[in-house]
């Protein structure tokens, strides 16, 4: 049985369903999946879907001490692995001082999931997302001997770039959500083989056609007009606009109700908002939604608001239509 090593930053997270649904499917398909994880989700959904699909999480904040001296033992009797990477951070390249000496805190820390994994007997390592986990994958990969490999979005790739010539070198192969990404990695690291750069899109599940309504006319039944937002609460989302609009509704005495499905950081500032507003009555906050759930309220919504100032390719979209 193929045993894979699948790490992420932080997991399970409820704005990224789709790493335990790949999780989920590598197993269904029988490979024996070590879930992993850099550090505990900063906002885990209560009963998660996505967390009852997964056995087991290594978590790499729960240091042990000697684990970590086993940890420094592996990477100096396996030096060799692993000082091409430490050349590349101390001596090579133009990054900051500052990004240089997380690096090597990541190299620890690669080190310290390759002990982790001693025991497995992993096959192979992928990594979700190319913010410094894959550096952590990498490392662990090397000392271990095994493949190693990574799942790369629009952020990744435009945002927080760093390393990624040594990390698309010693991949094994890599996977992108579009094909506008996989030509900027091929522009932007010409000395990467085509060939191991693939695109796998991010997709919604379809409606059987005997779910769609038979009229595409909107029958509210004297409902109140529904308006929804789907996504994290981060700023990012934008959800403040939302509500300094839903206040201009209320303005001019239109009749509607807008319900906000997420949760995040920015909750409290929303809330003060939106009572500052007065729209107690008009707005509401849903928090976490599953996302089996989620379909009832896109059916029920008039509309549908999303009101990011950045997005790569929004799943809600899709789900929404």
Same mark, same amino acid.
């Given at each position: ?14 704005? &990224? ?11 269904? *398909? ?11 989700? +900063? ?11 997964? $056995? &087991? ?11 970590? #001296?086993?940890?420094?033992? %592996? ?10 990477? %430490?050349? +590349? ?9 500052? !990004? ?73 192969? /890599? ?7 996989? *030509? ?22 379809? %409606? ?9 006319? @909107? ?27 839903? $206040?201009?509704?209320?303005? *001019?005495?239109?009749?509607?109700? /807008?319900?906000?499905?997420? &949760?995040?950081?920015? !909750?409290?500032? #929303? ?11 008009? @707005? ?12 009832? #309220?896109?059916? !029920?919504?008039?509309?549908?608001? %999303? ?15």
């Amino acid at each position: 049985m193929l045993t894979i090593a699948y790490l992420a930053n932080e997991f399970p997270v409820s704005v &990224e369903p789709y790493v335990g649904d790949e999780i989920q499917e590598l197993r269904l *398909r029988g490979a024996h999946v070590i879930a992993g994880r850099v550090r505990n989700p +900063r906002a885990q959904a209560p009963h998660s879907p996505t967390a009852e699909k997964t $056995a &087991e999480v290594l978590c790499l904040e729960r240091f042990r001490p000697l684990m970590l #001296l086993r940890a420094l033992a %592996l990477a100096v009797r396996r030096w060799e692995r692993v000082s091409g990477l %430490l050349a +590349r951070v101390l001596l090579q390249g133009r990054e900051p001082p500052g !990004r240089r000496m997380r690096a090597l805190l990541h190299t620890c820390l690669g080190a310290y999931y390759a002990v982790q994994l001693q025991d497995y007997e992993v096959d192979h390592i992928h990594v979700h997302h190319g913010y410094f986990g894959s550096w952590v994958a990498m490392v662990a990969a090397r000392l271990l001997g095994v493949g190693f490999s990574l799942t790369l979005h629009g952020s990744d790739l435009l945002l927080k770039s760093a390393y990624f010539d040594t990390k698309l070198k010693h991949c094994r192969f /890599c996977i992108t959500i579009s094909d506008y990404n996989r *030509r900027f990695i091929l522009q932007r690291f010409p000395a990467v083989r085509p060939e191991k750069v693939f695109v796998s899109r991010l997709g919604s599940d379809v %409606l059987a056609s005997a779910e769609f309504p038979r009229s595409t006319t @909107v029958n509210r039944g004297g409902r109140s007009f529904s308006l929804l937002a789907v996504g994290r609460l981060h700023a990012v989302k934008d959800h403040a606009f939302l509500v300094r609009a839903c $206040a201009r509704l209320c303005d *001019r005495e239109l009749d509607f109700q /807008c319900a906000i499905a997420g &949760e995040g950081a920015e !909750r409290q500032r #929303l809330e003060l908002l939106i009572r500052e507003n007065g729209l107690q009555d008009r @707005v509401t906050l849903l928090g976490h939604v599953d996302q089996d759930r989620l379909g009832s #309220l896109y059916r !029920r919504a008039d509309l549908v608001v %999303l009101t990011s100032r950045s997005e790569g390719i929004p799943l809600v979209l899709m789900e929404a239509m």
